[in-house]
């Protein structure tokens, strides 16, 4: 299983951005997937997350500004970022729990190998 992400980059305060995470490989079902962010000397933490049947869940520093969505036979999920704020600056990683074979019922979570978000002020 592969996720890969793109649409960081560099962005003035106030701006928008729109990132993208396309899942690909040996996938049954997806459960969920989402973003994530870290700084350094910080924990990962959760920016907004999207289930398979379409609730969404986001950090009370996101909602608002941010919004996320999905496309399940893309198994593609988006987060557009508006209103951004210097300390919205991270590496944002993309996160999919999902069941890679249909002979069992593992389900397990991956991720993408992050992508750099930097607003200036």
């Known amino acids: 299983v592969q996720l890969q992400a793109s649409g960081g980059g560099l962005v003035q305060a106030g701006g928008s951005l729109r990132l993208s995470c396309s899942a690909s490989?040996?996938?049954?079902?997806?459960?969920?997937m989402g973003w994530y962010r870290q700084v350094p000397g910080k924990e990962r933490e959760l920016v907004a997350s999207i289930t398979s049947g379409g609730s969404t869940n986001y950090a009370d520093s996101v909602k608002g500004r941010f919004t996320i969505s999905g496309d399940n036979a893309k198994k593609t999920v988006y987060l557009r970022m508006n209103s951004l704020k210097p300390e919205d600056t991270a590496v944002y990683y993309c996160n999919a729990n999902l069941r890679p074979n249909g002979w069992n019922t593992v389900v397990d979570n991956y991720w993408g190998q992050g992508t750099q978000v930097t607003v200036s002020s």
């Open positions: 490989g040996s996938i049954f079902s997806i459960n969920a």
